[in-house]
């Protein structure tokens, strides 16, 4: 894999017109992310279309329902040909192990841990969930794991503890990441890129650093080369 390959772009954004525009701005780009802002303003034809494109994409939608209705959806979804997809670990394994029944071709199936915007206190004290974000997110992990997930999303923070835990192909893709000097805005767990790819990140995924600086396509040459440094 590349260096350029382990860095997810998060296209949030609102249109497809908006997304066109990113992409002739980041010719380096080969992964990118689809979130539900943008699916549910553009729908699935904007996946085909940056399949259609060369892409690599992250959909992002972030499952969490009866297992039933996980397993339509993932049905669905895994139908438009995206390399990643997840779902919500909080769901509980039966609900993992149904969506995981219904994967079709060589989408990955994810299951996201704590998002990165939860921080110790919201954990224990708003989500009632007793103990340390760690041991959250290694509880959820092993849930996927036993589910036959591809992997997990969590914080670079936990990424060493994943890998140990469930080996070196169980996939550990990591937002809250922030180059030095870029702000955290509302992630709480973050790292840098050079720290997560150390600490043996699969993927990074990468939005407001790149985005919504003034010039993205340095912002974009930047980190990858401090990836490739690190790598
Ligand atoms: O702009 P920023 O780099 O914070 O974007 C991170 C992206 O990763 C957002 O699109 C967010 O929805 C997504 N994400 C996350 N935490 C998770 C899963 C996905 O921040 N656990």
Redesign the pocket.
Known sequence: MTSAEKIIA?L?LQSREEVLEVLDMLPDVRFV?V???LFYSTGPGLVTMLKDRGLRVFL?L?IHDIPNTAYGAIKSLSKLGCDLL?LHCAGGLEMMKRARDAVVGDTKLIG??????IDQTVLNEQLGIEGTVEDCVLHYANLAKQAGLHGV???PNEVSMIKTAFGPSFLA?T????PHGSHS???KRTMTPKEAVQAGSDYL????????SPDPQQAFNDILREIEVAS
């Open positions: 998060a949030d992310k979130g539900m802002e992002d972030k997840n996201v841990t704590q998002l990165t915007s999303v969590c914080s893709v937002p809250g990441v922030r805005q509302d992630q995924v990468i939005g407001r650093p790149i985005l919504a």
